[in-house]
């Protein structure tokens, strides 16, 4: 199909670790991206690989990429409330750098309890 | 830098009305572009843009125009305003070469 698919929900308590999976659907696309949103504002770039990888690790971020199975996944070590947010995950269709065509997933919700 | 603003942050729209969503970057990006966020979805590509004269369009892009004159600016503009608009409309642009996409903080529109 046409969508990037992710879960609606995820509650976690703090501590914790989360993990946010995504399914897309273009095998050629060449970056995917974790962007969060917190309430009110607009997206945040939290990290992208290049689809040549098969992950990538930025402090407690750690993304998991299967290309044959086109999944992605994030997992958040040591989850903070202030983690608590929607995280969308999105691929680049476009040929080049600097312009991206990206779709976006609908979103996971990430609910972190005291 | 003040990276990617918009305004207004918030309008409330009577059906038939027009409004222009404003859509300024600082960054001297070339590449810039309109999404939609309906509830619980997300972003769908309205409008974009490759630079100062040249606009095209996504994936969602009736009832909405667009133009480039600079490369600062990228209003959206809305004719004539239906329900089906009601949504939250986020700006955004990239660098050449750039891989990150620069957010603006988002227009909550309702068309009543």
């Known amino acids: 199909g046409e969508d990037v698919e992710q879960s609606l929900f995820l509650s976690v308590r703090e501590g914790d670790s989360s993990v946010i999976n995504c399914t897309y659907t273009?095998?050629?696309?060449?970056?995917l991206y974790w962007y969060k949103q917190e309430p009110g504002a607009g997206l945040q770039l939290l990290t992208y690989i290049f689809s040549n990888m098969d992950m990538k690790q930025d402090q407690r971020l750690t993304v998991l990429l299967n290309k044959k199975d086109k999944h992605l996944s994030l997992r958040i070590a040591d989850t903070q409330t202030g983690d608590s947010a929607i995280y969308f995950c999105?691929?680049?269709?476009?040929?080049?750098?600097?312009?991206?065509?990206?779709?976006f997933g609908t979103g996971t919700r990430l609910l972190v309890s005291p | 830098n003040a990276g990617v603003t918009q305004t207004p942050k918030f309008r409330i729209l009577k059906i038939g009305q027009s409004m222009t969503l404003q859509c300024a970057q600082d960054?001297?990006?070339?590449?810039m572009y309109w999404y939609r966020q309906d509830p619980g979805m997300g972003l769908k590509l309205i409008y974009y843009s490759v630079g100062a004269g040249i606009t095209d369009k996504g994936e969602v892009p009736n009832g909405y125009n667009v133009s480039r004159s600079t490369t600062e600016d990228f209003p959206l503009r809305l004719e004539l305003a239906a329900p089906s608009q009601t949504s939250v409309y986020f700006c955004?642009?990239?660098?050449?070469?750039?891989?990150?996409?620069?957010f603006g903080p988002g227009t909550r529109l309702t068309v009543l």
């Open positions: 960054m001297n990006h070339n590449y």
């Open positions: 955004a642009s990239t660098g050449t070469g750039g891989n990150e996409q620069f």
């Open positions: 273009d095998s050629s696309s060449t970056y």
């Open positions: 999105a691929e680049n269709r476009g040929m080049n750098t600097g312009f991206q065509k990206l779709v």
